[in-house]
C-alpha cells in the first residue's frame, strides 16, 4: 500500500479497532517540511496507534528521523537527529478542542477524517527550529564528506604559507 499514509483515515473508526499503522515516509512527500531540506533523500520511520481517552479518538505518534535541514548560516546540510513522541487528540471542529482538557494538543481532523501524513508532517514541524543551524559554528562550510580530515585543514595552510614566507 504505497500511497496508505496520503489517503485520509476514518479516525473514528480505527480508534475503535485500536488500529497502528508503521510505515515509511520520504522526505519528498512532506510538502511543507521541503522548503527547510538540504536533501530529499531519506524516508521517516513513523508509527502511529489509535485508541480513544475519555471517549475521543487519539493518536500516539511516534516518528524517527534524521531530518537533512538545510543551515541557514552555511547554507549545507545539517542534519537533525528526530526521536519524537507524542499523543494528540483528533477533533472534528475547532469547537470541540476548547471542551478538552489542556496537557494533549489537539489537530483538526475535519469531518473525522485526516491523513497519517499530516500527523507525521506537523509533528516534525514542531521540532524544525525557526532558523535551522549548525548547533557548533565551526561545522558551517564543511561537506558531511570533509568532516573526518577538515580539522587540520586550516593549519595545513598556515604551514605552507609560513614556509613560502621564508
Ligand atoms: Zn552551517
Redo the contacts with the bound molecule.
Keep these: 500500500m504505497p500511497a496508505d499514509w496520503s489517503r485520509t483515515v476514518d479516525v473514528e473508526r480505527l480508534a475503535d479497532v485500536g488500529e497502528v499503522r508503521e510505515f515509511d515516509l520520504p522526505y519528498a512527500e512532506l510538502p511543507r517540511l521541503v522548503p527547510e531540506l538540504a536533501s530529499l533523500e531519506g524516508v521517516a520511520r513513523c508509527r502511529i496507534a489509535f485508541s480513544r481517552e475519555r471517549g475521543f479518538p487519539v493518536a500516539d505518534i511516534d516518528v524517527r528521523a534524521r531530518l537533512p535541514l538545510r543551515?541557514q548560516?552555511?547554507l549545507?546540510m545539517?542534519p537533525l537527529e528526530v526521536a519524537q513522541r507524542s499523543r494528540v487528540w483528533l477533533v472534528a471542529e475547532p469547537a470541540a478542542a476548547d471542551r478538552l482538557e489542556a496537557g494533549i494538543e489537539p489537530v483538526l481532523a475535519p469531518d473525522g477524517r485526516i491523513a497519517l501524513r499530516d500527523l507525521v508532517e506537523e509533528e516534525l514541524l514542531l521540532v524544525v527550529p525557526l532558523v535551522p543551524?549548525?548547533e557548533n559554528e565551526a561545522?558551517?562550510?564543511r561537506l558531511a564528506s570533509d568532516e573526518a580530515d577538515v580539522r587540520q585543514t586550516p593549519f595545513a595552510g598556515l604551514g605552507e604559507l609560513l614556509k613560502r614566507g621564508n
Excluded: F, K, Q
Design positions: 543551515c548560516r552555511c549545507r545539517a543551524r549548525h561545522d558551517c562550510g
